[in-house]
């Protein structure tokens, strides 16, 4: 299916009432897999879902309302909590891409329009897999030609049929829930090239350092930093002060932050007593300090 970022993911849109799926099918007689994209499509909308809801809904069993969502939670789409399942990231989960790409996201374009500014037409760019970079990777090409080095799967098909853009995809193992390429094969395959500049972004911010949930996302982002001539963080407000269970590096790594107007002052202050220069961005404008 297509999300609203357009994200080619393997779940369908099956309930647009919330109650009958897009075939016609009668819940109880849907095949498993089909089934599955149901509990993610609902799963997804909403935020978080009960399991005595889904088996209402579904018509089955307890126990395999519970084998789905422990397949669904393998697979990256949700994470089990008691009695149910949500989307919401915390320290140990990070959300799916779909979920991500509906956050956040007049922040997101604000950045990614000043972030616009730092890519000069012929340069390499890095672009990671983040949704909070994808509105940068969908405006590049009216700015001119560009080489664009990229693990996200997203990227690489926004850029696949631009004529002014050499598109370098970074292979590897491939994951569902970020839509993108990631592992230790990606990361040496990145550590291979020089970029210009990259831009990312990450999952929490806090104490003057970055943080991400997942091992092997942090494993890819440091490499394409170390590819990097120049790096560019590109992160919203409401990522600073969240916590996640692996470091990614301090942000004074980065040359530049670029978050929104709605970064909290003691936010600001705090990037300011470290020495990190960034820019906060607003819509059609952005300040820097």
Known sequence: MTDSEGNQTSVATGVADGHAPA?????AKLSPRNRRKRIADRVLAEGQVTIEELVQELGVSQMTVHRDLDTLEHQGW?????????AAPNALFESN????GNEQVAAKEAICAAALAIA???QAVIIDDSSTALPLARTLASRGAY?????????????????????IALGGEYHAAFNAFLGMS???IARSFRADVAFLSTSAVDNGHCYHQAQENVLVKRALMAA???RVLLV????????????????????LVISDELLPQEEQDALQSLGVRYELAAEGAHHRS
């Open 23 to 27: 075939t016609g099918i009668p819940a």
């Open 78 to 86: 949700l994470r089990k909590v008691r009695g149910g399942a949500t």
């Open 97 to 100: 891409a779909r979920w991500r």
């Open 120 to 122: 000069e037409p012929g």
């Open 147 to 167: 080489t664009v080095i990229t693990n996200s799967l997203q990227v690489i098909n926004e850029l696949a049929e631009e004529p002014d853009i050499r598109v």
């Open 186 to 188: 990606t990361a040496d």
């Open 228 to 230: 990097a001539r120049r």
């Open 236 to 255: 919203d407000h409401s990522k600073f002060g969240r916590q996640a269970l692996y470091e990614l590096a301090p942000l004074a790594d980065f040359d």
